[in-house]
C-alpha cells in the first residue's frame, strides 16, 4: 500500500514537471527555455557522474571524455551525407560514414550505445588502480580523446569540428532524458547492485572479503554512467548545432565534479538541487559583470566577475556544508509524510 502510494506521487510529480515546463514552453522567453534545456542535460550528465563517483566511490574524471565521444557519434549520425561531403574540405569523409544517415532518437541510442562499450573496454585497465591514480588515468583518457578528435580529420575534422547540425534537441528532449536517466540510475541505487556498490565506497577491501565482485560492480556504474554521458553529448551537440575538440575540455569535468560535491556525493537528490543552483546561479550572476551604478558611484562591467563571486560562494558553502547540501540523504515521500505527522502531533 505504501509501496503504491510512493509510486503514485512519484507520477505525479513527475507529471506537474511536465506540465510546468508546457506552461512555461508556451509564456517563458526562449533564453529560458534554453538555460533549462541546459539544465536538463546537465543533470544527466551530473546524475551518471555522481553514480560512479559519489554512490561507488571511483574518484573518476572521465565525462569529457564521453561526452565527446557521445556528440561526435550523434552528430556524425544525423547529419545528411550532402552536408558532410561539403564540411569535409581538408580531407573527405571516410566512405562508411559519409553515407551514414539516421533520425535524431536512434542516433541518441547509439551514441549511448557506443560510449558504454568505450567505458566497459576502459573500465578493466583503469579500475586496477584506485584512488588519485584513477582519477590520473581517467584524466589521461579525456585528454586521449581530445587528440583523437583533432587527429582523426577523415571522422571528425579535425580542429574545424562539425557545423551545421541539425537543431532537434528541445525541452521535451532534454526533459525526458533527464527524467529516464533520473529513474533508472535510483532504481539501480536503491538495488542490490547500488548497496555493493556502496559497500565498495565504504571499505573496498571489506567488500571483496565478503565476496562482491567488485571489478563487474564498478564496470556495471561505469558502463551506465557512460550511456548516459553519450546520450548527453547527442543532445549537447543538437543543442549548440555545432561542436569541435576545444568544447570537451577538463573544465566540463570540473563543472560537474563541482555540481555533484555541492549536491553532496552519493545523493541524486542533492544531485538535482545542485544542478538547478549551479547553471541558473551562473547565469543570474551575469549582471555583475554589467556596468552599474551604485549611490552614484559608477562600476564598469568586468569580465570574468561573476566567476570569481561563484567561487566565493562555493568556497563559503563548502566551509559551512563539507558534505554538500544534502550529504548522502535522499528525499523521500515517507520522510515528508513523517515531518508533516510529527508538526500535526505537535500542534
Not at 124 to 144: K, M, Q, S, W
Amino acid at each position: 500500500m505504501k509501496l503504491d502510494r510512493n509510486n503514485i506521487l512519484t507520477a505525479l510529480f513527475i507529471l506537474a514537471i511536465f506540465v510546468f515546463f508546457w506552461y512555461g514552453n508556451h509564456n517563458f522567453t526562449a533564453y529560458s527555455i534554453r538555460i533549462w534545456e541546459t539544465t536538463a542535460i546537465f543533470l544527466m550528465l551530473a546524475a551518471s557522474y555522481n553514480l560512479i563517483n559519489g554512490v561507488t566511490g571511483q574518484f573518476s574524471l572521465e565525462p569529457n571524455g564521453f561526452v565527446a565521444i557521445g556528440a561526435y557519434v550523434a552528430a556524425i549520425l544525423t547529419l545528411t551525407p550532402a552536408q558532410k561531403e561539403a564540411m569535409f574540405i581538408i580531407e573527405p569523409m571516410v566512405p562508411w560514414l559519409a553515407h551514414l544517415h539516421m533520425s535524431f532518437l536512434p542516433a541518441l541510442i547509439i551514441a549511448g550505445v557506443v560510449t558504454a562499450i568505450v567505458g566497459f573496454l576502459l573500465g578493466f585497465p583503469v579500475f586496477r588502480v584506485r584512488g588519485d591514480y584513477l582519477a590520473i588515468v581517467t584524466l589521461g583518457f579525456g585528454l586521449t580523446i581530445r587528440v583523437v578528435s583533432n587527429n582523426t580529420i577523415t571522422i571528425t575534422n579535425g580542429a574545424l569540428g562539425l557545423k551545421g547540425i541539425a537543431s532537434y534537441t528541445n525541452i521535451w528532449w532534454c526533459l525526458g532524458w533527464a527524467v529516464v536517466s533520473m529513474i533508472v540510475i535510483m532504481r539501480i541505487v536503491d538495488s542490490a547492485f547500488g548497496r555493493a556498490m556502496k559497500a565498495i565506497r565504504d571499505d573496498e577491501d571489506a567488500a571483496i572479503a565478503m565476496g562482491i565482485n567488485t571489478l563487474w560492480i564498478k564496470q556495471a556504474a561505469f558502463v551506465t554512467a557512460a550511456f548516459f554521458e553519450g546520450v548527453g553529448g547527442g543532445l549537447l551537440a543538437h543543442l549548440i548545432t555545432t561542436i569541435s575538440p576545444t568544447m570537451f575540455t577538463f573544465f566540463l569535468t570540473f563543472q560537474l565534479l563541482i555540481i555533484i560535491v555541492v549536491g553532496g556525493l552519493g545523493s541524486m537528490t542533492g544531485t538535482a538541487i545542485a544542478t538547478i543552483l549551479v547553471i541558473w546561479g551562473n547565469e543570474l550572476l551575469r549582471v555583475v559583470e554589467q556596468p552599474m551604478n551604485i549611490f552614484g558611484l559608477h562600476i564598469p562591467g568586468i569580465p570574468g566577475m561573476r566567476m570569481v563571486i561563484f567561487s566565493v560562494l562555493l568556497i563559503v558553502i563548502m566551509i559551512f556544508a563539507r558534505e554538500g547540501i544534502m550529504g548522502q540523504k535522499e528525499f523521500s515521500w515517507d520522510w515528508l509524510f513523517s515531518k508533516l505527522k510529527g508538526r500535526g502531533n505537535n500542534a
